[in-house]
């Protein structure tokens, strides 16, 4: 659709007026009632975020040379996200604008490395489980890859044993989630790492959701496996900032164990008129902003600060189990950290998923099996009673045969 220019310029607080007005019918995530796309840490975490965002909006991370600060801020949010997640000393890796290109960096590292190191005669492949993100398929899909996905176990999680024998001499990544978006489960790396080390393959784990939540949550005391390059099969890792690391958007991190492994990520083009040019990501210009909130936010919340924000999540979440099960529902699996989905055995979900939509939630849902979904954030813990009471209420208007309740969605 083509649209004019405006031939003179509209003064800030009436354009600012319109801004507001338009994101009226937006989401209400202020309120806690989205449970998908936005992390709501607090105001006091809004404000270290836009604040250290505008301070560097302007400066381009494509030159170190040039800006520095952003070198040095970039080195260190990597640094503390390889000490999290058990990197060996030697680990390297990059802030990326988001998972999707966090993974998109690490096959196209995996597919050259192989090509490198391997006789690869056919189209290469990625075994994954059915549960991986969809990231997946579009990396595949632009890099001419193959992506077989393999049902996942009765457990939800990925089945190791059924991915080992989808796994060919054309194999060039093997990948886990920890955890997967559908079920917010933490798929059995260590087995995944054992298969990896014995067919020689490169595992990559998938933690954009989890990374910089569940190694909090072990800390809080709860029960995480291990997951991370504590295991000898890992060769590369995705972190999302921007979710559970409360950062700016956009903002993520490709982890690898080796500088060797790196290597193969990084694009460096010297045949033309402009000079050398290096990008160790897909992108060219990489805003300034997103790398310095995600610095300042670390330095900000701190260890003791990401372990009382995630206490609130795992309360939330827990309270909303706690809750469900009451109402009759089905818990998938056994989740840890901020994502749940659950079932009902008898009631049509997608239906009461639009009785909550009537009310003003934007949450999200799995199709396979039907679900409810939620993907928490620490705000949560302040509205998991009225989520419960409205749950409740939509719960019974679809059993009452309400005729809105059950008209067909869109995720019908």
């Known amino acids: 659709m083509l649209k004019n220019m405006p031939d003179t310029g509209t003064d800030w607080d009436s354009l600012r007026a319109e801004m507001i007005t338009r994101g009226g019918n937006d989401a209400k995530w202020r309120e806690g009632k989205t449970a ?74 995996s597919r050259d490395y192989a090509v490198a190191t391997r006789d690869v005669a056919g189209t290469p492949n990625i075994v994954a489980p059915y549960s991986a993100h969809p990231a997946f398929d579009k990396a595949a899909m632009m890099m001419s890859l193959e992506l077989r996905r393999v049902p996942v176990a009765d457990n939800l999680l990925a089945d190791v044993t059924a991915m080992s024998a989808a796994c060919d001499d054309n194999t060039i990544m093997l990948v886990g989630s920890a955890p997967s978006f559908p079920y917010g489960l933490i798929d059995p790396i260590t087995k995944l790492g054992e298969l990896a080390e014995e067919k020689n393959l490169w595992l990559h784990v998938d933690a954009c959701v989890g990374g910089y939540i569940a190694p909090f949550v072990r800390m809080n005391g709860g029960d995480i496996p291990p997951f991370d390059f504590e295991i000898a099969g890992v060769r590369s890792m995705s972190a ?116 909550m939509y009537n009310r003003g939630w934007f949450t999200s849902l799995t199709t396979v099996p039907k679900a409810l979904h939620l993907m928490l954030s620490p705000f949560h813990a302040e509205v998991t009673g009225t989520y419960l009471n409205d749950l409740k209420d939509s ?12 008209t067909e969605s869109r995720y019908s």
């Open 36 to 109: 998908v796309y936005v992390f709501n840490a607090g105001e006091d975490v809004s404000r270290v975020q836009k604040e250290a965002y505008t301070m560097y909006m302007s400066e381009n991370g494509l030159g170190p040379l040039a800006f520095p600060s952003l070198k040095q801020m970039e080195d260190e949010v990597v640094g503390m996200g390889l000490n999290l997640l058990h990197a060996p000393e030697h680990a390297v890796g990059n802030i990326t604008s988001g998972g999707t290109d966090s993974i998109n960096m690490a096959v196209k590292a």
């Open 395 to 406: 719960l019974k208007a679809v059993q009452s045969g309400d005729k809105d309740a059950v």
């Open 240 to 355: 999302d900032l921007h979710k559970y690391g409360y950062c700016a958007k956009g903002a993520s991190t490709v982890l690898f164990s080796d500088e060797s492994l790196r290597q193969h990520m990084i694009f460096d083009c010297a045949d033309w008129p402009g000079g050398r040019m290096v990008t160790p990501t897909l992108a060219g210009t990489r805003p300034g902003g997103a790398i310095s909130a995600a610095w300042a936010v670390m330095n900000y919340l701190g260890v003791e600060g990401y372990r009382a924000k995630h206490k609130l999540v795992t309360n939330a979440r827990e309270a909303i189990e706690r809750g469900v099960i009451q109402l009759g529902f089905h818990i998938l699996g056994e989740p840890q950290l901020g994502i749940v989905a659950f079932s009902h055995p008898t009631e049509n979900v997608f239906a009461i998923y639009k009785q």
